[in-house]
């Protein structure tokens, strides 16, 4: 069998609900609406952990953080954890990152072969939450809520940098394949930072949501008091004492946020006009690591796992799948193996520790009975919270607070909690037991709190003295490319063009 090239498209915070089947129509991203109609499309997705590293280490592995042990955005994703990168390259791919997969540890690589770029956050254990602390702010990376503030037009950013940098990258990429250079099958991940906050887009991306309906959110800002317990914790990790939030605030954050999907979608386009004009073909995995609230109920950001946050997109364009809208539950922990099956490579080694599910059979109208399970163990929690979507509910669970539990098809902004529901405790206990299966939480407590006072004491040491960072720094040969003097010149010019020459 020939094994198919893989493109994964990865973006960073992308709110699931404006993809309920493919890009809402209103939305204007014409790749990828080109790329849906091609596609099946997943619309229940959601992530492993609503945060950037755990769920990036989630969806690499297809393990929960309590098994990865990446629990937070400085917690060492260990090399020994085979990720789809193994998988594929042991198979015989050729394996490639251009942007952001958020490796924190002196493993920058994890399975890939080559990486493009460097990654746009850092690699070591300086971000470490600290459970000691209840409710401590660590000023100078904690998210605040000038993100909203200063929110607007801007032309440039940290972030548009990166993703420029991450496109041009890719693009080139695929014409090194094109021309052949390896002929093993390739499998190439696009990882961009965008729509994630600060809300800052270029004016021709903002100038296409000016008389947009969506720039306020549906279920507006709530009472601190009105909040549950987490979203409490959240309110005070994100400082919003500091913070007068107004209409225009909001309005322009949303509005910024739309705009840099639309950026994005010209990224996308980009890789996608690279391959179709090599005439190259490849299964396309679009997907996000979490979404964002957006000012929905007064949150923004992630951290939570409402819907906003939880839920992302997730569409697989390949010719055993076919096109089309499936509502089944599924999670970003599915992508591994799904990677998998569809280069027909074996995880049989590692089977009885993977907790994913293959999706291809969905794609064939197959069907699903098991629940989609997250966790959350980062900045904002005080001890792990975690989660079962099984069919229309919804179950979260945390030692500190009370149960919650929402019928997501007759409530779906989540605004009735229906755990003391006397008609529905057969459902809470049925809900309860499997989640009591699947986590002591206890345990996975004093795991989190071990695994933060360890990296406490590493950081602070390698910080003392000379330092030597993790950060990848990407590598250049300049002296092997485009045209020395130990190269032929006809060979160069020959093998540098697509299509060949006569």
Request: hydrophobic share 35%; aromatic share 12%; net charge negative.
């Amino acid at each position: 069998m020939t094994k198919p090239n893989i493109l994964i498209i990865m973006v960073d915070q992308l709110n699931g609900t404006l993809f309920p089947d493919g890009p809402a129509d209103w939305l204007h991203a014409p790749n990828l609406k080109k790329l849906a109609a091609k596609s099946t499309r997943f619309g229940l997705t959601y992530t492993a952990s609503p945060l950037c590293a755990p769920g990036r280490a989630s969806f690499m592995s297809g393990q929960l953080p309590s098994r990865t042990r990446v629990y937070d955005n400085a917690a060492e994703f260990a090399s020994d954890i085979p990720t789809y990168a193994h998988h594929l390259r042991r198979a015989g791919y050729q394996t490639c990152l251009s942007g952001k997969m958020h490796f924190v540890g002196p493993d920058q690589m994890h399975g890939f072969e080559e990486r493009l770029t460097t990654d746009i956050y850092p690699a070591d254990f300086g971000w470490t939450p600290d459970y000691r602390k209840p409710g401590e702010r660590i000023d100078w990376w904690y998210h605040n809520m000038g993100s909203v503030t200063g929110s607007g037009v801007g032309e440039i950013s940290n972030q548009m940098e990166y993703d420029d940098e991450v496109a041009y990258n890719a693009t080139r990429k695929v014409y090194d394949y094109a021309r052949a250079k390896d002929d093993r099958p390739w499998c190439l991940t696009v990882s961009f930072t965008h729509p994630h906050d600060p809300y800052v887009a270029r004016k021709k991306y903002w100038d296409l949501y000016e008389e947009c309906d969506h720039l306020l959110p549906e279920i507006p800002a709530m009472d601190y008091e009105d909040h549950d317990a987490h979203s409490k914790r959240i309110f005070d990790a994100n400082d919003w004492r500091k913070f007068d939030i107004t209409q225009d605030d909001i309005k322009r954050s949303r509005r910024a946020y739309f705009a840099n999907i639309s950026y994005l979608d010209d990224k996308i386009g980009e890789v996608l006009e690279a391959l179709e004009t090599t005439r190259q073909e490849a299964t396309i995995l679009f997907v996000s690591d979490h979404g964002d609230m957006l000012g929905e109920r007064g949150l923004w950001f992630k951290m939570t796992f409402f819907e906003g946050s939880a839920r992302v997109p997730l569409m697989i364009c390949d010719p055993n799948m076919e096109p089309g809208l499936v509502t089944t539950p599924v999670s970003t922990i599915d992508v591994t193996p799904t990677l998998a099956d569809i280069a027909g490579v074996s995880m049989e080694e590692i089977a009885p520790w993977t907790e994913g599910e293959s999706l291809v059979h969905l794609g064939q109208g197959g069907e699903r009975t098991s629940p989609v399970a997250m966790e959350y163990a980062a900045e904002a929690s005080y001890s792990p919270l975690v989660s079962l979507r099984y069919g229309k509910w919804k179950y979260n669970r945390c030692n500190l607070d009370p149960d919650q539990l929402f019928d997501l098809e007759t409530d779906p902004h989540e605004l009735t909690n229906l755990a003391n529901a006397p008609e529905h405790q057969g459902t809470i206990t049925s809900l309860r037991a499997k989640s009591n299966a699947r986590w002591d939480l206890d345990a996975y407590d004093n795991q989190v709190r071990e695994s933060q006072a360890r990296r406490w004491v590493v950081y602070e040491a390698l910080r003392n003295g000379e330092y030597y960072p993790w950060d990848y720094q990407p590598l250049q040969k300049a002296s092997e490319r485009y045209m020395r003097n130990h190269m032929d010149l006809n060979t160069v010019e020959e093998i540098a063009r697509f299509p060949r020459g006569e």
